[in-house]
């Protein structure tokens, strides 16, 4: 059990990391950090636009740094909010936030690409079972 424990924590340890240095070095050309790229590739996802609340529950951050992030890109001209609404204004991309999250899309898919090479269809679709089921079952633990 404790060998189970040690090889599931390290490993999904790596992955993080790998996954945080991919959104570095990907995003080093967009002069981006990893919280730009989930809430890009979010809102790429969700063309009728998300709330700042909307967007932190999907990329599981709390509202106070994604609020940060959905500033700093407002500035910087890829995403764009109703300024009447302000606080629940849905946000959209811009057309050089579309241009640059469609970018990004290109990245995560050559990361999956790379990540999941070796494995069959079969044992993809075990593996992200298995993972989803861990996560709940230890969400479920955690709320207990």
Known sequence: MIERFELFTTTIGQIYKNLQRIKMQEMAEFQLKGTHVMCLF??????????????????????????????????????????????????????????????????????????????SEQERINFYKALTTISDNLKNYLND
Do not use: F, H
């Open 42 to 119: 979010e809102l790429n996802r969700n063309k009728e636009g998300l709330t700042v609340t909307q967007l932190s529950s999907l990329c599981g951050e709390d509202k106070a740094a994604i609020s940060r992030t959905v500033s700093d890109l407002i500035k910087r001209g890829l995403v764009t909010a109703d300024s009447e609404k302000k606080y629940r204004a849905p946000l959209l991309l811009t057309p050089d936030g579309q241009t640059t999250a469609d970018r990004i899309d290109e990245m995560v898919m050559e990361a999956v690409l790379a990540g999941g090479d070796g494995l």
